[in-house]
């Protein structure tokens, strides 16, 4: 048996806490020697069927040379994942490096453990770790009796291709991520976490505990919210442990047999779904073990003291998410303001909001962080009157955040509109993809607290970003939540979504009782974006129901608006219900959108409500106007919702990753590097971008010498960064026809250099691209986004007015046909003042590819295509940089729940292909070493 080289460092960046098919939670790393006792212990748990599955023959024990094989592993040219709980491996997945790029895999997952899809979370990984290592295809021998292990193959949305030779089914798949396989992988993240949330927001058992002494915040908050539980609606059991004084959980339903009370948390009896808990942050830490005893599945954590309260606290939010994680328990807060959750049982408030609609069935889910930002949006729902259908507060967001709640709002038929206040993103880039989905079936409304978006609270440990804050905005355009400014913005905006069908188009119809009010409404109306359908229908002051009746069916009777805005301000200053009851009358004969402005009434009310439907009331014209711009926005994106993403021909990521793996592989840590210039066109190339070749020169000999071999006329510039497209500072010439001007040029562009940059530089001689537009097209690996991708025109509308467009890929081509034509000096793309237009598809396809190679390449920390020269038929890209680093990227091809920080920081420094390779001649495992065929059911 050949050796393996174990020295290589362990790639702790591979390590994650993974969710399971059916919501429970599990941990995936690389082996290590000290495993093998456990995997032994694995083994010898199975049975002969998964045993003869995985090895082909009957192996009771594995043997010490086997042991040692399965664990001494050079996480190169052999990998090995676990999957663990505790001490106990209940799933190993491996990969032997076979030949160039192609890979042998096997699985073996726990007899006790199959039907969870442990194979399918070790597949991703495993496929994960292959491409970041160049392997590109999987093969694996099966027999065909493993119907499982087949399917888990088959089921990925990879390539897969089958054959039966003697009795075995030979198996080979490419492990290159696919549109198909990206919406599988999200498909199954959807579906586990939706269900990891159920213990949490549909729990049939809760459990309220207060640790601290009596007067302290961890007996204030549980017994604030141990009184909001023991009301009607919730018929499942309660336990209340540790709670100083009784009285704190009074109520009607108090001495009920649902409730009980204990002294101490060793005291409960049977099992809980979800426990929520206040005190000392230390306490709460070492509760979790006990917890985790009672079966529960959710853990809320109101008190403060965590990642808030500095280093130290950070460290004890850090031991907490360790334990939950361990126990299998997700976990909400530190800071939070509780949950409100629908489930078999009844409707629960585990919140510190005392008052709830016992009767609120389908409606809001509502999502904020903090607990003043969770006291501000609740309260303002309870005075509107709205539905809420389920409330969480995240706090801190040390492990449940507002994607795992979008997932299960997407499975929660009660949620039909999400309102989400956001004091941080940890994952943008799958918040994108999730609220994407989402917003394809139900809207979502957002407010991102702060004027800016890029405030990290206390407690919040987020990635910064190097990107503006303008990014967020267009990120979350583009995965069609509609954002809000305020929280009462927030609430109107969904509240008209909730109540009201979407308009079919910004056309509006006004109707007022006051002319200067009529105006008002029309010029806020226009100024954001809707188009006021005829004059308005104006009525006397005095109007009483009757008027209002007949003008409204007046109006309903015309087809020329898409939405309508009531707006009645009586004068004598008093609530007329008869009219809200006439406005409410023709609303709901109506399939179009209302929305009003009526003194005295706000949110939905009784009032405005006709035939079950009700027409939603707000403060001022503004709100109407803002709501109305706001669903109109939505039901706009929603008509593209399901376009299919870029797909340009031409693109091989396996050959970039070779490209890119020996300049990799010499870059130390998180240094970055910028490729020369042959090495940038031969990646580019791989997605089928083209760039004007440049000949660098040093003296007017050569420069000559290159424009004879490229072809007369041609450009000269200066290859320093500073001054290379700088036409007006002399740093470019363009159209030198022959050598004497080459010459001249040369030298006075010799001497331009040498004053601004007070140093000498080479020069570049290229072939001249036909006239056109110059453009900028950018894409960027930013540690809090992910891959990102900026456009637009060269010059100072770039340079100095910043009028550039961003978009996080993946991307639709609408997303990149809204992306070049939304900066503001697009005329000049499209023909401006009578000039031909451009050919915009040529530079869509460039954008396209671009979104592509940053989405596929996390390696990339940026590329710069600049100028892209656009002209009346095609383009030419005149330069090009691309700059590598070792990735650090977030979301990648597999599921994974969120690390905490410190693991996160450690991940990032290694983690690139070549960054972790094993010294030279470790090469692949001979035909000595090489794994049973075969792998075991899932």
């Given at each position: 048996?050949?050796?393996?080289?174990?020295?290589?460092?362990?790639?702790?960046?591979?390590?994650?806490?993974?969710?399971?098919?059916?919501?429970?939670?599990?941990?995936?790393?690389?082996?290590?020697?000290?495993?093998?006792?456990?995997?032994?212990?694995?083994?010898?748990?199975?049975?002969?069927?998964?045993?003869?599955?995985?090895?082909?023959?009957?192996?009771?024990?594995?043997?010490?040379?086997?042991l040692y094989r399965f664990t001494h592993v050079d996480h190169h040219n052999r990998v090995a994942l676990v999957l663990v709980q505790g001490e106990e491996i209940r799933a190993v997945g491996r990969f032997d490096v076979v030949g160039p790029g192609e890979a042998e895999v096997a699985f073996n997952v726990a007899d006790t453990e199959q039907g969870r899809g442990l194979g399918s979370v070790l597949l991703e990984h495993l496929a994960a770790a292959a491409r970041e290592l160049g392997v590109t295809r999987f093969v694996a021998d099966v027999l065909p009796a493993n119907a499982r292990m087949v399917r888990v193959f088959t089921d990925a949305g990879y390539d897969v291709q089958q054959r039966l030779e003697d009795g075995v089914l030979s198996i080979s798949l490419s492990i290159e991520?696919?549109?198909?396989?990206?919406?599988?992988?999200?498909?199954?993240?959807?579906?586990?976490?939706?269900?990891?949330?159920?213990?949490?927001?549909?729990?049939?058992?809760?459990?309220?505990?207060?640790?601290?002494?009596?007067?302290?915040e961890g007996q204030v908050l549980a017994g604030r919210v141990a009184q909001a539980l023991t009301g009607d609606a919730f018929t499942g059991s309660m336990h209340l442990v540790g709670l100083a004084a009784p009285a704190a959980a009074g109520g009607p339903a108090d001495g009920a047999a649902r409730v009980r009370r204990y002294a101490a948390l060793a005291d409960v009896a049977g099992s809980v779904d979800l426990a929520v808990v206040a005190g000392p942050a230390e306490a709460v830490v070492e509760a979790v073990p006990a917890l985790g005893a009672l079966g529960v599945r959710a853990l809320v954590v109101l008190s403060h003291g965590f990642g808030e309260s500095g280093a130290e606290g950070m460290g004890r939010q850090r031991e907490l998410l360790r334990r939950t994680r361990e126990a299998g328990i997700r976990v909400v807060g530190p800071a939070s303001y509780g949950v409100i959750g629908h489930g078999p049982a009844g409707r629960y408030n585990a919140t510190l909001w005392g008052e709830d609609d016992d009767a609120a069935g389908a409606g809001l889910g509502l999502f904020t962080q903090s607990l003043a930002s969770g006291l501000a949006v609740r309260s303002t729902a309870a005075r509107r009157g709205l539905p809420v259908a389920t409330f969480l507060s995240a706090g801190n967001r040390v492990d449940v955040s507002g994607n795992d709640t979008m997932q299960f709002w997407s499975a929660h038929d009660a949620t039909a509109v999400g309102a989400m206040v956001l004091e941080s993103i940890g994952n943008p880039r799958k918040f994108s993809r999730i609220a994407r989905r989402l917003s394809a079936s139900k809207p979502v409304v957002a407010m991102v607290s702060g004027q800016t978006g890029q405030v990290t609270p206390p407690g919040h440990a987020v990635r910064t970003s190097r990107q503006p804050q303008r990014v967020l905005t267009e990120m979350l355009r583009q995965a069609g939540v509609v954002r809000a400014r305020t929280h009462r913005e927030m609430l109107d905006v969904a509240t008209l979504l909730l109540a009201q069908p979407l308009p079919a188009g910004p056309r509006t119809a006004i109707v007022s009782s006051s002319a200067a009010l009529a105006g008002l409404v029309a010029d806020v109306?226009?100024?954001?974006?809707?188009?006021?359908?005829?004059?308005?229908?104006?009525?006397?002051?005095?109007?009483?129901?009757?008027?209002?009746?007949?003008?409204?069916?007046?109006?309903?009777?015309?087809?020329?608006?898409?939405?309508?805005?009531?707006?009645?301000?009586?004068?004598?200053g008093t609530t007329d219900t008869a009219v809200a009851a006439a406005i409410a009358a023709a609303a709901a004969g109506d399939p179009r959108t209302w929305v009003a402005t009526i003194y005295g009434l706000h949110g939905l009310t009784p009032a405005l409500t006709a035939q079950g439907a009700t027409v939603p009331a707000m403060a001022t014209v503004e709100d109407v106007v803002t709501a109305l711009s706001g669903a109109i926005a939505y039901g706009r994106w929603r008509t593209g919702a399901g376009d299919p993403l870029v797909a340009p021909p031409g693109i091989d990521p396996p050959a970039a990753r070779r490209v890119l793996a020996e300049p990799l592989a010499e870059l130390p840590g998180r240094a970055r590097r910028t490729l020369n210039p042959a090495t940038t066109q031969e990646l580019l190339a791989c997605y089928g971008i083209r760039v004007l070749p440049a000949t660098v020169v040093t003296d007017e000999d050569a420069a000559v010498a290159a424009a004879e071999r490229i072809g007369w006329p041609v450009a000269l510039k200066v290859a320093d960064q500073v001054l290379r497209h700088r036409v007006d500072l002399g740093g470019v010439r363009l159209d030198v026809a022959d050598a004497d001007a080459l010459r001249e040029a040369m030298g006075h562009m010799r001497a331009r250099a040498r004053h601004v940059l007070g140093r000498a530089t080479a020069f570049e001689v290229q072939a001249m691209a036909p006239p056109g537009v110059a453009c900028v097209v950018r894409g960027a690996e930013d540690d809090l986004y992910g891959p990102v991708v900026s456009f637009g025109l060269g010059g100072d509308a770039t340079e100095l007015l910043g009028d550039v467009s961003y978009r996080i890929p993946p991307l639709t081509a609408r997303d990149v046909s809204e992306m070049v034509r939304s900066v503001r000096a697009a005329p000049r793309l499209l023909g401006h003042r009578g000039l031909p237009p451009t050919d915009v598809a040529a530079l869509e396809d460039v954008v396209a590819r671009v979104s592509m190679l940053t989405d596929d390449l996390p390696e990339v920390a940026e590329v710069v295509l600049n100028p892209v020269i656009v002209g009346e038929e095609g383009v030419q890209i005149a330069s090009a940089v691309v700059t590598i680093a070792h990735p650090l990227r977030q979301d990648a091809g597999r599921r994974a729940l969120p690390a905490p920080p410190d693991a996160a920081e450690a991940s990032g420094a290694t983690g690139a292909a070549g960054g972790d390779a094993p010294p030279a001649g470790s090469g692949a495992a001979g035909p000595g070493d090489a794994p049973p065929a075969g792998s075991s059911t899932t």
């Open positions: 048996m050949g050796e393996v080289d174990t020295g290589a460092a362990y790639p702790a960046h591979w390590a994650a806490d993974v969710v399971l098919r059916d919501g429970a939670t599990m941990h995936i790393r690389p082996i290590r020697p000290d495993d093998a006792d456990a995997l032994q212990r694995m083994h010898v748990a199975q049975s002969p069927q998964s045993i003869y599955f995985r090895f082909f023959a009957p192996v009771p024990r594995l043997g010490e040379k086997d991520e696919t549109e198909r396989s990206w919406r599988v992988m999200a498909e199954r993240e959807r579906h586990a976490e939706a269900l990891s949330m159920t213990g949490l927001l549909q729990a049939e058992s809760v459990l309220v505990l207060g640790l601290g002494a009596a007067g302290q109306a226009t100024a954001e974006g809707l188009e006021v359908a005829g004059q308005p229908v104006t009525l006397p002051p005095l109007a009483g129901p009757e008027q209002y009746a007949a003008a409204l069916g007046e109006l309903t009777a015309r087809d020329d608006f898409d939405a309508v805005i009531v707006a009645h301000a009586p004068p004598l």
